[in-house]
């Protein structure tokens, strides 16, 4: 018994010598060095493995694919990826730089909105990826760390990551695009295929937990035809025959041009336009806003013909042929060059008589040498044109003709809302105001001498006091005018540097036509100023008349100092009276104000 | 002898406790200081008053003022209310005419409070142009006796608060001293709060302290 009892024992003790043994033999060599770290390995497991055109053209030769990979590492596991792929064509090769996607698809258990990109160069990947991969929702400031990484990954923006001992710099993440990386180890990519025939070589490598890359990256090759192209389309615009500036003022809101294009895959487009010159630097960087706003600034041939480009690029980055328009003509007003002199262009738009002058309507030629003399006596001689509605029509300059002044001077000379036999009018048409207003638009001038019951000389017609309301707030700054059809009006106490209007009683003398009274015009209107419009002038009424004495009566409205040379808005004086009824000296003064406050003396 | 004792030293541990605590406490001088007066002012500049912004009674731009507050170093802040016995400001606000006479010439009070004496270095408060009758922003403006209207156009993103200085103003100490009354001038800079447009003003508000005085 004793001796099956140590025979038990030795056969025991024996076997656990044994087994001890083993385990030490096997499990450490404490003569040996550690074993290194083995790198991980990596596989590409899907299309296109070495693809064919065929197979391409069977996906509808859209350039872009998706592609799944993977990666192991036998003493460790996989913390991320570097991708990139490479483009040749007869254009040439290019390389995409590595991107490094994590493989972290939650964070504390909460899954992530998209992979996590790797921006610039870490000092280690793994040291990283613990950071991320070991937050918890207990410790506050984990619990702040992964909002803000959260809320960084949402909205894609880079993001520093806040190790325990502060953001290391350089390490930055950032939230991809998950319609690109879908997961870390899927993408979708578009390739470059802008040539006849395209080779991509795209390449993935998986690195471990011990920041060992793979030296032998998954690679796979695949060729792609040129991809299609969009059609870019020009919509609308540009407005042909109109003036441009060189910049956008509260006027001239430049020309609009609106775009669109035709794409039989996708309808993200980017455009890029060009005026005359189809130089590379003239192109408009690539905008997704399907329309753009020119100014002058942008003509680059010295005409008035002009022709608008627009090319369209889809997101695989082909880009569609160059798609023009028929000229459009544009107009660049000559007063806003620095160097213009300034030109006045004299409308007269009096009513006219067949042969003689009239007390109540001066003839053509009397009105035209009243000014002539004016203008001469400012030293504006050679400066300026006379232009007279003929008798027979009232054409007046064309926009053409008008562009080439600086000012414009539009009368209306009578005394008395009569016309007798033989004589014609011409109202300031709607055609004629569009004129005036575009000219106004882009930064002209005008001064604007008036008859007695202004709105029935200006328009025609029952509406023609609702018409002239509206021209007369938004042109002339008259918030109201008010008609004063009595016998009241003996002249106007000047303001502002503005004369007293003093009536010349050699023209001023009583008639049996009008029942007028000596000294004294009928229907003058009192015009209250609106906005920045400013009074020049005061109403003498011969009766001292409520409402109408030392009321308003002609209004300057003068533009604020441009933002940029040659971007002045517009500027306007409104005598409210016919000047011609002044006597020539207070005509002169008043005239030489106005100039003065146009900059034109 | 111990019964009687037990029975007692109630009685004689009140009174023993009590003395005590008496020789426990000590009388210390405390210093609180009488308050002074802060007082807050608002004041008007403007170069184009001969021109498009003239200064007069029938001129308005009206402000409207929600709140306002004085602030010491180290971010305390001390509300200012309309007058030394309100306790709060008009819910609804209170309306200045920054183009009036009265703000030309610094006599509008924004407000007034008994203060600490001390030190302050900011003042902080909410103002916006405020609509007419009719709702229109605008400056009511009379020139040879007859008003008018310039419409004023607010940038969206635009705020009320202002705390001054603001960025790029130098800084300023407001002094308040025991019964005495300190008097701070808040200027609004016209020419730079109304940009000129072609037909309208741009609101761009520009307020800097520009006096702090003590009486």
Known sequence: MKKTFISYSR???????????????????????????????????????DDSIAQYIGRGAIPEFTINWLGDDEDGFVI???????????????????????????????????????????RSLSELYRFLVTLTFGDPADTSAIRFINDSLGTRRPFAVPYEKGPIPGDSIKGSDPIVNQSPTRGTFIFSSLADSNLHTFEVSAVDDYDSVDPTPAIVRFWTLPAPAPRAIITSGPPNNRFALRCITDTWPGLAVTFSSLDPSTFEQEYSWAVDDTTASNWSPWNSTPGAIITASDFRSPGESHTMHLRARNRWGVVSR??????????????????????????????????????????????????????????????????TTPYSSGVWPDRRQIINYSTVVLLTEQRLDYLGFGASRFWVSNSKQLILREFLSVGGRLITVVSPNTYSNFFFGALAKT???????????????????????VGARGVLGYPDFVLDQNKIYPDSLGSQLPGIIRGISVNFPRGFGETISLFDSRTNKPGFENAPLGIRFLAPPPVAPGCQTYSVVYFGLPL?????????????????????? | ?????????????????????????????????????????????????????????????????????????????????????????????????????????????LGRVYAPPGSYNGVDFAISPSGDLFGGIGVTVVRNGFQGFIPVFIPPQTEASQLLPKTGQPPFSIVVETDRKTVVTVTMNLDSSLVRRTEDFVYRPYFYVSSSRTF
Request: charged share 15%; aromatic share 12%; hydrophobic share 40%.
């Open chain 1, 467 to 489: 018409q002239f309301d509206v021209l007369a707030s938004e042109i002339f700054h008259a918030a109201a005018t008010v008609e004063n059809n009595d016998s009241d009006f």
């Open chain 1, 80 to 122: 991320a990826y570097h991708y990139r792929w490479t483009d040749q064509s007869r254009f040439g090769t290019s390389t995409k730089e590595y991107s490094t996607v994590l493989n972290i698809s939650q964070i504390a258990g909460i899954p992530l909105l998209s992979p996590i990109l790797v921006q610039g160069s870490p």
């Open chain 1, 322 to 387: 160059d798609t023009t328009k028929p000229p459009f003509l544009s107009i660049v007003p000559p007063f806003t060059e620095p160097n213009f002199p300034g030109r006045i262009l004299i409308i007269n738009n009096s009513p006219k008589l067949l042969n003689a002058s009239h007390p109540l309507v001066p003839d053509s030629n009397t009105v035209n040498a009243f000014y002539r003399e004016i203008m001469d006596s400012l030293g504006l001689n050679g400066k300026y044109d006379l232009y």
């Open chain 1, 580 to 601: 011609f009824y002044c006597e020539k000296s207070v005509a002169i003064q008043a005239m030489r104000k106005a100039f003065q406050d146009l900059n034109e003396l």
């Open chain 2, 1 to 109: 002898m111990f019964r009687f004792l037990r029975s007692r030293a109630r009685f004689l541990s009140a009174p023993f406790f009590l003395t005590v605590l008496g020789l426990s406490c000590q009388q210390y001088e405390y210093f609180s200081p009488s308050p002074g007066i802060l007082e807050i002012r608002f004041h008007s500049e403007n170069s184009r008053a001969s021109t498009i912004l003239p200064f007069s009674n029938g001129s308005a731009f009206l402000m409207k003022l929600t709140s306002l507050q004085a602030r010491q170093p180290g971010g305390i802040t001390l509300p200012v209310f309309v007058d030394l016995t309100a306790v709060q400001r008009n819910k609804s606000g209170d309306f200045y005419n920054s183009m009036s006479v009265e703000a030309r010439d610094s006599s509008i009070v």
């Open chain 1, 11 to 49: 056969i025991l003790f024996s076997a656990t010598l044994l087994v001890f043994s083993m385990v030490m033999w096997n499990c450490e060599n404490p003569g040996g060095s550690q074993k290194p770290n083995s790198p991980p390995n990596t596989r590409i497991s899907n299309v296109p493995p």
